[in-house]
């Protein structure tokens, strides 16, 4: 890629662990997400469970037009406004609120995939793009976000029918692929690459192995 992304200093939140999970379709994004909160639950961590976008009210709706086939061709700005729009309500009502109780949040996809989406794959200005998500969510960046790292020729695969974004073409999704590997190697210190082809389990021993530090620093804070 051409343009860098997701080099800012950013925003950490001083309670609660904030992770995400980000990577192309059928990555196993969703499937990570709740064994990671199912084990920590198990543990005695309260979590919070999320997803963008559609984890509101307002986002539900936002969901089903960015997403629904029926809802056709959108202006690029137009499509990247609306997933910050979902960004904006989720951070206000949900996940903030969550970490300031010091609670773990784990959630499905977040800004990069805006930047991966949007930017890298509709190609729009990355760096207008990136201060836009940025203001929407405060510029709160997850403490870890773990990328699982999938061909998007064996990720297509997984599904029978195709929402919107699913549906462009493969180069679209390479393009995203790349976005997503891209911004892991800028910043490793915040970021987990994962071969989403290993097996679940070996993916979550992955994961809390990395998770574990972050952990006891919330606990002992």
Do not use: N
Not at 108 to 129: F, I, K, M, P, W
Not at 163 to 173: N, Y
């Amino acid at each position: 890629m051409s343009q860098e992304i997701g080099r800012g200093p950013g925003a950490y939140a001083e309670r609660g662990v904030f992770v995400c999970f980000e990577g192309g379709e059928g990555s196993g994004k969703s499937t990570q997400s709740r064994l990671l909160a199912d084990a920590l639950t198990g543990e005695g961590y309260t979590v919070r469970l999320t997803f963008e976008p559609g984890d509101t009210v307002v986002g539900k709706e936002l969901r089903r037009i960015v997403l629904s086939p029926e809802t056709g061709d959108l202006d690029d700005r137009c499509e990247a406004l609306l997933y910050a729009a979902d960004k904006a309500e989720h951070v206000a009502t949900l996940v903030l609120p969550a970490l300031e109780r010091g609670e773990v949040v784990v959630t499905d996809r977040y800004v990069d995939s805006t930047l991966a989406y949007q930017g890298a794959g509709r190609a729009l200005d990355v760096a207008e793009l990136e201060e836009v998500a940025r203001w929407a969510t405060r510029d709160l960046r997850p403490h870890l976000t773990v990328v699982l790292d999938l061909d998007p020729t064996a990720g297509l695969k997984r599904f029978e029918g195709r929402d919107r974004i699913e549906g462009e073409s493969l180069a679209f999704h390479e393009r995203v692929r790349e976005a997503f590997v891209a911004m892991a190697k800028a910043d490793p210190d915040h970021y987990l690459v994962v071969d989403a082809r290993s097996p679940a389990d070996e993916i979550h021993r992955a994961v809390r192995d990395r998770l574990a530090p972050l952990l006891a620093k919330a606990v002992q804070s």
